[in-house]
């Protein structure tokens, strides 16, 4: 436990709130809190090594050349339903022409830009948190620029261990520059892969997304999912995003339960109807094969390849080999924590919060995948984003921010083998 006896750390400044990061959960955060207290931007500070808004999280979609979100476009940093439609309309940018309302990365982008402009957000604080510090009710945040001495906290960070399958170790260091999790792959960086076999580990959206970029370099794609490919619009249903599945899931009392219903509630990797498309045209040309349900159960090394044996006795050869395996939230990633971690009870890595999403005895509160035994497992969506900020703004301010009626908007009928969910039956699942 940290010792509260010793010398608290000299602040540089002091904040009413301090947040930690400057992606969409900070942003979502930021908004929410000055269009309840318009008066706290002199209050407000967040940290995030970029110093500048959301550029990790573009960045993350720009090295996969993602070109569209997965969230409806009533989902985003803002507090209104509507603005980021119309917005993409009063601007003139094109849509995705998805089903759903599924925005563009440059529109939601160019939303997110001028959100900040509008809310006249300063630029994040261009450092490093190093550590968090209890000092008496307040908390001191310690970064590789100064220290903050804040009233409340907010981990909008979403920090993550990386899932590396157990084989993986056993050709680690053997071949250099070949094995890559998804975390570090850009695609923008990679030349010409003709006559190079890749094989993309997983089943869900990111690893569709390494397999098309593959393709399109002259790759021949081995795509191994240990589960068959689970076709879904969302990657959690959307009763998950009202009464429907929550009301049940808040009243249970074992943050222990809560976990297993979310985990079970999000499965693994799932693909959307669009994109699995794309694979099903890629597979007719014979540029990606499919593994589904199959698992790899021995690798080794030989002439500079990856040799990979799976479970129903095929044998891939492969040059590069892409880990698409994904992350578990886990609060013990962010270091800066690691002072007042004991104070903060957790399952599995999940902080156990209340519904003001604050967690352990101090004024922590958390976002996005952290926030999962509260907001249940569409946490970390841009839902999740939503709803973390009003409740944090509604413990911080007293004002809870009401969200006006969704107003859904036309759009293309949903292609071949998408799942049969109207717009209105969406909005319809969530509110039930």
Not at 197 to 225: D, F, N, P, Y
Request: net charge negative.
């Amino acid at each position: 436990m940290a010792d509260e006896r010793s010398s608290p750390p000299q602040p540089d400044r002091e904040a009413a709130v301090c947040i930690l990061g400057a992606g969409p959960l900070g942003l979502a955060a930021a908004v929410h809190l000055l269009a309840a207290r318009p008066g706290l931007a002199d209050g407000l500070v967040v940290v995030d090594p970029a110093g500048v808004w959301m550029r990790t999280w573009h960045e993350q979609f720009a090295r996969l050349e993602i070109g569209n979100l997965r969230s409806p476009g009533v989902h985003h940093p803002g507090t209104r339903s509507g603005e980021l439609a119309e917005h993409t309309v009063r601007r003139g940018l094109d849509g995705s022409g998805l089903p759903y309302d599924l925005p563009t990365t440059k529109a939601f982008a160019a939303y997110c830009e001028d959100l900040v402009a509008r809310m006249d957000l300063d630029r994040p604080l261009a450092a490093a948190a190093r550590r968090v510090v209890p000092v008496g009710d307040h908390l001191a945040v310690e970064t590789d620029a100064d220290t903050i001495l804040c009233r409340h906290l907010v981990v909008a960070t979403n920090p993550h261990r990386r899932e590396i399958p157990d084989w993986v170790a056993r050709i680690l260091g053997r071949l250099p520059g070949a094995i890559d999790h998804a975390t570090d792959i850009d695609l923008r960086t990679i030349g010409d892969l003709t006559g190079t076999t890749v094989a993309v580990i997983g089943g869900g959206l990111t690893a569709a997304h390494l397999a098309v970029g593959a393709v399109e370099r002259g790759a021949h794609v081995e795509l191994v999912s240990r589960r068959p490919i689970e076709i879904r619009s969302f990657d959690t249903d959307p009763g998950w995003l009202g009464p429907k599945y929550l009301q049940a899931y808040s009243a249970e009392p074992d943050p222990e339960v809560r976990h297993r219903q979310a985990l079970a509630a999000r499965g693994g990797g799932t693909i959307p109807g669009w994109m699995h498309q794309r694979l099903e045209a890629l597979v007719a040309l014979g540029t990606v094969r499919l593994h589904e349900g199959r698992r790899v159960v021995a690798a080794g090394v030989t002439n500079d390849q990856a040799e990979l044996d799976l479970d129903d006795g095929t044998a891939l050869d492969t040059g590069l080999l892409w880990l698409a395996t994904g992350t578990t939230p886990d609060i013990a990633a962010q270091r800066a924590l690691e002072p007042v971690l004991p104070d903060i009870a957790t399952v599995a890595g999940l902080p156990v919060c209340d519904r003001d999403l604050r967690t352990g005895r101090h004024p922590i509160h958390v976002m996005g995948r952290l926030a999962t035994l509260t907001l249940g497992p569409a946490a970390g969506n841009l839902w999740g984003a939503q709803r973390a900020a009003r409740a944090i703004t509604r413990a911080i301010t007293g004002v809870d921010l009401e969200y006006d009626a969704i107003t859904t908007i036309p759009h293309p009928r949903p292609p071949r083998r998408q799942p049969a969910m109207s717009t209105t039956e969406y909005h319809t699942n969530a509110a039930r």
